[in-house]
């Protein structure tokens, strides 16, 4: 037998080898599209520690955020469909991003696969102090009262909060005035000292503010009321019935991933949702939302789908 058999032998073993490879087989990098500390890095973070504890391998958080979290869709989307380079996605990334961006460099739905959708993550109608309302009716009258007067932050130009409030806007008929900023951090700055009068935000960052009493929290964006927030209503059961805006956290791969393995990593995320990390997520303000691939897929058509229909009647200009 020459070399050159001997090491198609050797390479076909090797493969046969690594293909029988229990997974993980070496470090897995699950890829955030926003800076460290958020909610999504969070959730990335925990999701992180219970898979390392559940498999006896690292799981470890990368954090590539710019441009609306497409640059670290874009990294997930090229990567090898094994399982190893995972991303801890949002609605920004998949459901707004057809609809906002000209040029898309990637097509969620085709070049990613749909692996489990993590939790929910209503906004809540926050308002400061100054805004003297205490309840959705209230609040609703007043602006279309005043129109083109109260003016609202966002994180950005086709986010969550963004789209909750146009969303807000086309039920209502308020005229309200978008200020975008580079996140929402300086959105959250700038309401606090009365430089614009409310915002849309997410949970977990307006918890502590409403708990200070330092803005005042009128309603959420979910058709049902959360756990961490028990006492405030939702704008579905305010008057405007069937709203229901909110952003979302899931897992996804790369498009291909083999079926499964998207059923074994579906099924420790709702292992991991309906035990240990449970409260911690409820104490973020989100709604669990464990489930199979298959419903995560259909959900992202549907969320896709309600965006575009936000994005075209207010007619938002794609980035």
Do not use: C
């Amino acid at each position: 037998m020459n070399v050159r058999w001997i090491g198609l032998i050797v390479l076909a073993l090797a493969a046969g080898g690594a293909q029988g490879q229990a997974y993980p087989s070496k470090l897995v990098r699950l890829v955030v599209g926003y800076p460290a500390g958020g909610s999504i890095d969070v959730v990335g973070r925990m999701l992180g520690n219970a898979f390392t504890r559940t498999w006896g391998q690292q799981f470890i958080v990368e954090n590539r955020s710019g441009a609306a979290g497409t640059i670290a869709a874009r990294l997930v989307a090229d990567a090898a469909p094994d399982g190893h380079t995972l991303l801890v996605g949002a609605a920004a990334q998949i459901s707004s991003a057809p609809s906002n961006f000209r040029k898309l460099s990637y097509d969620p739905q085709r070049d990613l696969t749909a692996i489990a959708l993590v939790a929910k993550q209503p906004n809540i109608l926050i308002v400061h102090p100054s805004v003297p309302v205490r309840s959705a009716k209230e609040f609703i009258a007043r602006v279309k009262a005043n129109p083109g007067k109260f003016t609202y932050g966002s994180s950005g130009i086709g986010a969550t909060q963004h789209m909750s409030a146009e969303l807000f806007a086309m039920m209502t008929g308020a005229q309200i005035v978008h200020v975008p900023y580079k996140g929402g951090a300086p959105a959250m700055i700038d309401l606090l000292s009365g430089q614009i009068d409310f915002m849309f935000s997410v949970v977990p960052t307006a918890v502590p503010y409403i708990k200070a009493g330092r803005v005042r929290g009128i309603a959420l964006t979910s058709l049902n009321r959360i756990e961490a927030l028990p006492d405030v209503p939702t704008l579905h059961e305010s008057g405007l019935a069937g709203f229901d805006f909110s952003g979302w956290i899931g897992l996804l791969g790369p498009a291909n991933v083999p079926p499964e393995l998207v059923a074994q990593l579906n099924a420790e995320v709702n292992k991991a949702v309906k035990g240990a990390l449970r409260k911690p997520l409820v104490d973020l303000g989100l709604g669990l939302a464990p489930g199979t691939p298959e419903q995560f897929a259909a959900f992202i058509r549907e969320d896709t789908a309600k965006i575009a229909r936000i994005v075209k009647a207010a007619k938002i200009p794609p980035q």
